[in-house]
Structure formats: structure tokens, C-alpha cells
T-cell receptor, first 110, second 110 residues
């Protein structure tokens, strides 16, 4: 049982480049989330999807877009990367109270 | 404004010592969760508390939810190096996504 998978694990981008972070879960969960984690800032919610076909902004959505492709997959897109988006990105899914997290993507924007 | 304040931010102790970390808020939560995150991995749920005054034990870890459901504590007895990690509390407020604290980074030295 893979749980929540994320690709890629590491990525380096130049300012202005675009990329999509992929996330998939095999637990048949309705809700999925994207967080960023920065030193001293904890986990901050970027976007979430309460169910297939819906997405909502979280605490820090600026500079990001998301797509809930189907029940399994929830992608995060950076259209024009900025150094301030250097962070570790975590995807999570949930059906009830517990959130299950992926292993994270470490993104560096130079 | 941080909805959930965790203290201390950092804690370094010797193996065998006891410790308590705190999660405080001025808001009332429907439930509160504690997660542990090890380096290079995503957070993993340790416990969920839902009733004011509730105490849950997980081996050497004791979790308490305040009577007013505004705060929680995590007590570790006889800490071991394997307890090292980032401890995050997360609160549920109605139908909104979980709110995370910034975490307590614990280091247990052998």
C-alpha cells in the first residue's frame, strides 16, 4: 500500500520557470491538500480539495494553481517560479480527521 | 496571528529525561491532533483527542486535551533518541481544514 506519493522528490528551478508537482493517493480519500513547510513557519496550507471537482484556497495560495485531476490525483503548478517559493512541499489526503502525508518535494528556486 | 502556539520551539534533552511540550490557543477546537515528523519525511499522526479533559497514552507518550478544548500537552517519559523529531499539533475548527502549529523540535541525546 503506497499511501500518498509525490514526484519529484527534489527539483531546482530558475526564476520564471514553471513546473507541476504531482501527488497521488491510493486510499480512496475524498480530501487532498497541498502544504509548504519553511523553517520556523510550520505547515502552511496552499490549496485544498474537499472532494473531486472542487478546490479552495488556503492560507498562502498566491503564485500557485491546483488541479484535482480525479479522486486519486491532485497537482500543484507554479507558473512562474520565484525564490520565495523555495520550500518543502507536502501533499496530504484525508477521509476523516487524520491526514496522511506524502514524503515531500524539496524545491529550490534560484 | 498564529492560531495555535507551540512551546517550547526547541528542546534538547538527555536520554532518560522527562519532558512536556504545549499547544495553546484562544480558540475552541472540535478536536486536536499531534503529529511527529522525522527529517526528510512527512508528518505522521500520533493521536487525536476530541473530548475536553481527555487523556490518551501511547507507550511513553501521554496526551492531554484541556477541559475547555483550547489547549493540549504532550508528555514524554524517559525520552529516547528515537523520540527525536518535530512535534506538530493541529486543531480542527468546524468544517475548515486543520490548523497547524509551528511545532516543537525535540532532540534527545544519547
Amino acid at each position: 500500500n503506497a499511501g500518498v506519493t509525490q514526484t519529484p522528490k527534489f527539483q531546482v528551478l530558475k526564476t520564471g520557470q514553471s513546473m507541476t508537482l504531482q501527488c497521488a493517493q491510493d486510499m480512496n480519500h475524498n480530501s487532498m491538500y497541498w502544504y509548504r513547510q519553511d523553517p520556523g513557519m510550520g505547515l502552511r496550507l496552499i490549496y485544498y480539495s474537499a472532494s473531486e471537482g472542487t478546490t479552495d484556497k488556503g492560507e498562502v495560495p498566491n503564485g500557485y494553481n491546483v488541479s484535482r485531476l480525479n479522486k486519486r490525483e491532485f497537482s500543484l503548478r507554479l507558473e512562474s517560479a520565484a525564490p520565495s517559493q523555495t520550500s518543502v512541499y507536502f501533499c496530504a489526503s484525508s477521509q476523516g480527521l487524520e491526514q496522511y502525508f506524502g514524503p515531500g518535494t524539496r524545491l529550490t528556486v534560484t | 496571528t498564529q492560531l495555535l502556539e507551540q512551546s517550547p520551539q526547541f528542546l534538547s534533552i538527555q536520554e532518560g529525561e522527562n519532558l512536556t511540550v504545549y499547544c495553546n490557543s484562544s480558540s475552541v477546537f472540535s478536536s486536536l491532533q499531534w503529529y511527529r515528523q522525522e527529517p526528510g519525511e512527512g508528518p505522521v499522526l500520533l493521536v487525536t483527542v476530541v473530548t475536553g479533559g481527555e487523556v490518551k497514552k501511547l507507550k511513553r507518550l501521554t496526551f492531554q486535551f484541556g477541559d475547555a478544548r483550547k489547549d493540549s500537552s504532550l508528555h514524554i517519559t524517559a525520552a529516547q533518541p528515537g523520540d527525536t523529531g518535530l512535534y506538530l499539533c493541529a486543531g480542527e475548527l468546524g468544517n475548515t481544514p486543520l490548523v497547524f502549529g509551528k511545532g516543537t523540535r525535540l532532540s534527545v541525546i544519547a
